[in-house]
T-cell receptor
Framework: NAGVTQTPKFQVLKTGQSMTLQCAQDMNHNSMYWYRQDPGMGLRLIYYSASEGTTDKGEVPNGYNVSRLNKREFSLRLESAAPSQTSVYFC????????????FGSGTRLTVV | RKEVEQDPGPFNVPEGATVAFNCTYSNSASQSFFWYRQDCRKEPKLLMSVYSSGNEDGRFTAQLNRASQYISLLIRDSKLSDSATYLCAVNPGSGTYKYIFGTGTRLKVLA
């Protein structure tokens, strides 16, 4: 029972490089989310997808794009990485609605040099 | 004022102690609330929902105080394995499915 799977687990990028973080869930959840977690800042929402076919900006969307490829998969793309994007990125999913908590993936530790 | 605030701690308590954390929220329209546990360098894991009437799961009790706009988590008979960071999550209402997280309260249970 995999839950939420994120790849890669670790990545080092040079400033200006691009990359895509992958996320897939096998729980048939409707909603998916991308958060970043920085020391002292907590988890901040980057983008979310309430249901297949929809995406919305969160608190810190600048410098990122997302694609809800299908119900299972939600990817996060950094087009031109900057040192300020050094962070731990978590993907999460939920059944949707306000009564359901999240299941998180194990995270991607990204360093931009 | 932050939308969701937690005391960062650390709370250092001996094994067997009872400890409580609060999480305050600023939006009175907030609809639902959760507590998560996060171990060092791991992902957050859902601990429990917080219902208006309060709820209990073993040694853990969660309560909501809408009048004062905070939620609480009480841990009884603390175990070494309870050492972690506890995050609260608040849904701000208005039909959104997203949650705002607090920065977490760190708990260390000492032998």
């Amino acid at each position: 029972n995999a839950g939420v799977t994120q790849t890669p687990k670790f990545q080092v990028l040079k400033t200006g490089q691009s990359m895509t973080l992958q996320c897939a869930q096998d729980m048939n959840h409707n909603s998916m989310y991308w958060y970043r977690q920085d020391p002292g800042m907590g988890l901040r929402l980057i983008y979310y997808s309430a249901s297949e076919g929809t995406t919305d900006k969160g608190e810190v969307p600048n410098g990122y794009n997302v694609s809800r490829l299908n119900k299972r998969e939600f990817s996060l793309r950094l087009e031109s990485a900057a040192p300020s994007q050094t962070s731990v990125y978590f993907c999460a999913s939920s059944e949707g609605g306000v009564d359901y908590g999240y299941t998180f993936g194990s995270g991607t530790r990204l360093t931009v040099v | 004022r932050k939308e969701v605030e937690q005391d960062p701690g650390p709370f250092n308590v001996p094994e067997g102690a009872t400890v409580a954390f609060n999480c305050t929220y600023s939006n009175s329209a907030s609809q639902s609330f959760f507590w998560y546990r996060q171990d060092c360098r791991k992902e957050p894991k859902l601990l429990m929902s917080v219902y208006s009437s309060g709820n209990e799961d073993g040694r853990f009790t969660a309560q909501l105080n809408r009048a004062s706009q905070y939620i609480s988590l009480l841990i009884r008979d603390s175990k070494l394995s309870d050492s972690a960071t506890y995050l609260c999550a608040v849904n701000p209402g208005s039909g959104t499915y997203k949650y705002i997280f607090g920065t977490g309260t760190r708990l260390k249970v000492l032998a």
